[in-house]
């Protein structure tokens, strides 16, 4: 039973991975679609994972664990001799290139990643941050802060657009984005 529940989760992930990666709107890559290319029962959307969107979500982690494995820097960000602060602006930068440059999930997760996903969920940030802080802000705090930040870089790529046209800022320029990040990253832990 459990192995042909994970052969229904890989099955799902796969189709939707596919069908994101070829469409043009995320919102036709329906529950429906998914398991028509999966090949299973729509139920089994919200029995293997909750939702649709937890799929996405679940579809755009392995992007990023994929995104990390090719990317030696990031080794570099979480083992470097760098302050914590530091490791939390770079971070969080390349998280928010991988989103610009993978829209179409942002654009389908967002609204997910804000209201659904627990607060302070990004491990690694809130690690960073307790390690900043040392003992002077409590878990809790950490874990606020992280959920702050991370929900501020969400919506600003769900809203590059807009943040380009009325702030003058191009997210998709990595000098600007940079700037953006570390800007953040100092008035959220700005000691």
Known sequence: MKRDLDKTRAALVDAAEKLMSGCDDPDEVTARAITKEAGVNLAMINYCFGSREKLLYEVFTRLQQNAASFDPGIG??????ISPKEKLAQAHFRTMKL????????????KYMLVTRKIGDKRLSVQFIQQ?????????????????LSGMHELAVLRHEEIREL??????????????????????LGD
Request: net charge negative.
């Open 76 to 81: 570099e960000i979480i083992n470097g001799d």
């Open 99 to 110: 989103m610009l440059a993978n829209f179409k999930y942002c654009k389908a997760l967002t």
């Open 132 to 148: 900043h802080y040392g003992g002077r802000k409590t878990e809790g705090e950490c874990r606020l802060i992280a959920f702050e």
């Open 167 to 188: 702030c003058g800022i191009d997210l998709t320029d990595d000098d600007a984005l940079r700037k953006f990040v570390y800007g953040n990253v100092e008035r959220m």
